[in-house]
């Protein structure tokens, strides 16, 4: 069979060019279509590639890109929230607020559980799920404890680094976890009085203690 395919073969050669080099002679075999079409594209493809990235003092890059649709989409969310005051009747009712919640439990994971634990169980940070604190009294204590730290910023300062929304939702999101009694760290400082109660719920509320 190869014999035969071989045969057929040098039976139809190729055509020449007519070229002569020292006796050396050249094939007319020129590159396929589709391969043709697809270097005029690369070619193409490159200017726009060299005007975008090279010409372009500060191109794009896909971190550049993912960081400002991450702001895009912040600015869109805490534009629906306005400016948030950190007094205690918006730190309780954001506690309970089932849009937001999720939010404060995010900024948390994010910025705080490497200290703090996941739950709020406490490691190198209090634990935040029981009723004893160190640095704080009242429940607005909270959100001046993040802004500014504590026992010289082992607690760091949040001010400048989270919004001022965002330090009003992750400290609401912490007074949430207050009750939980998470095992973790064992219980530091004094116990103060309960959280005062919540006078006008902001919609949607949900249960208390279900902003995990
Ligand atoms: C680098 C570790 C670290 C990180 C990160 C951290 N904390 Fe702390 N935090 C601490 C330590 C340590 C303390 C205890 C300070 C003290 O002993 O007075 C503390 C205390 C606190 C307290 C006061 C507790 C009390 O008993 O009075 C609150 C509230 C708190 N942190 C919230 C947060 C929040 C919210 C975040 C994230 C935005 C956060 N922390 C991130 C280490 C941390």
Redesign the pocket.
């Known amino acids: 069979m190869s014999n035969e395919a071989s045969t057929t073969r040098a039976a139809a050669p190729d055509s020449l060019t007519g070229h002569v080099y020292d006796g050396i002679q050249e094939y007319d075999n020129p590159t396929p279509g589709w391969w043709t079409m697809i270097f005029a594209l690369s070619f193409v493809w490159a200017c726009f590639y060299w005007v975008r990235y090279e010409l372009n003092t500060t191109p794009p890059t896909v971190f550049g890109e993912w960081e400002d649709d991450v702001a895009e989409a912040n600015r869109a969310m805490f534009a629906k929230l306005g400016d948030l005051k950190g007094d205690e009747q918006t730190l309780l009712s954001m506690g309970r607020n089932a849009d937001w919640m999720p939010v404060g439990a995010s ?2 994971k994010a ?6 634990g996941r739950q709020g169980q406490g490691d ?5 799920t029981d009723d ?5 009294k009242v429940i607005t ?2 959100p001046s ?2 802004r500014a ?3 010289n910023m ?3 300062a ?1 001010r400048g ?2 919004t001022e929304n ?2 009003i939702l ?2 609401a ?2 007074a949430s976890l207050r009750g939980t009694n998470v095992p973790g760290r064992v219980p ?2 004094t116990v103060i009085p309960a959280w005062p109660a919540l006078v006008s719920p902001a919609a949607p509320v949900m249960p208390t203690g279900a902003a995990k």
Do not use: Q, T
Not at 124 to 128: A, D, E, M, P, R
């Open positions: 900024i948390f910025n705080c559980a490497a200290c703090h190198v940070g209090s634990n935040l004893a604190f160190k640095n704080v204590d909270i404890v993040v730290g504590a026992n082992a607690m760091p949040w680094r989270l965002e330090i992750v400290s999101y912490v530091e400082g």
